[in-house]
């Protein structure tokens, strides 16, 4: 692993550089805001016995790079089910919020239940691809279909390249939860780029990744009004092991008199 988005000082975290998100060069990426609060969730809850089945992220404006605090809440502190919210705070400001519902781990219930067939695609080492074409942002790739800014399906392997905190291992939770947000530019761009922000990002679990890798498909796209919904299946070599979703807002720039700026040109703005 290289150098980790976030070192904790003093009860806060600061980004590194690796935490620029695509909008505004003075702010931070989806993917590491959704991380950060799930990975202050992670530290709160044992996950060894409770499976984090859902994860539900509203961002709400963009933080930029001063420290970031993060606030938890125990909503519900059940024998079978946990539920914990988490708030993200930049400048005194909240710009984003979490929640998660934890599962106690049991055994399957003994019944026969449809489920679709096995993802049937080369493995991540039986995919060749140039070295400068490897890289998508920080994380490892290799694409089975299309490309961001084409128009078609899309599937590719993930592999997170460096850790999410300074001194921590990277859980396998954490990696899934890593590439949820990538959901919006992989199901909600086509042959013009991507046209829509997402301003959340829904995550759901049965298991955890095996390994590094997480295969991302697009499973729907659907905009009216220029209010976008984008959906993926993700796996990992042994199959299926959830879905991630997101909604998104077409990026149109303001009238200039309403007092009001887009993300892409607004720093801590609203999304």
Not at 147 to 169: A, H, P, Y
């Amino acid at each position: 692993m290289t150098e980790a988005y976030y070192t904790l000082e003093a009860g806060k975290y600061r980004p590194s550089v690796h935490c620029r998100g695509p909008w505004d060069p003075d702010s931070l990426s989806g993917s590491v805001v959704v991380a950060l609060l799930a990975f202050q969730i992670e530290q709160e809850v044992d996950t060894s016995e409770y499976m984090p089945a859902r994860l539900t992220v509203d961002m709400y404006r963009l933080p930029d790079f001063s420290p970031i605090e993060i606030r938890t809440t125990l909503v519900r502190d059940g024998y079978r089910i946990k539920v914990i919210d988490a708030e993200f705070i930049s400048n005194g400001t909240s710009m984003a919020r979490a929640t998660c519902q934890l599962l106690r781990r049991t055994g399957n219930a003994p019944t026969r239940v449809w489920k679709p067939e096995p993802w049937k695609v080369p493995l991540p080492e039986d995919i060749s691809v140039k070295p400068e074409f490897e890289m998508i942002g920080v994380k490892r790739r290799r694409p089975i279909d299309g490309e961001m800014g084409s128009f078609g399906q899309k599937r590719m392997w993930l592999s997170e390249n460096r850790d999410l905190v300074e001194g921590t291992t990277l859980s396998a939770w954490l990696r899934a939860v890593l590439v949820a947000d990538l959901t919006n530019p992989w199901a909600n761009s086509g042959d013009g780029g991507l046209g829509y922000i997402n301003s959340d990002v829904t995550l759901y679990l049965h298991r955890v990744p095996c390994d590094e890798w997480i295969g991302m498909e697009v499973t729907n796209h659907q905009a009216t009004d220029g209010v976008a919904i984008g959906e993926c299946w993700l796996y990992d070599r042994e199959g299926l092991i959830g879905s991630s979703s997101v909604t998104g807002l077409a990026q149109q720039r303001r009238p200039a008199n309403d007092g009001s700026r887009s993300p892409a040109h607004s720093q801590g703005g609203k999304r």
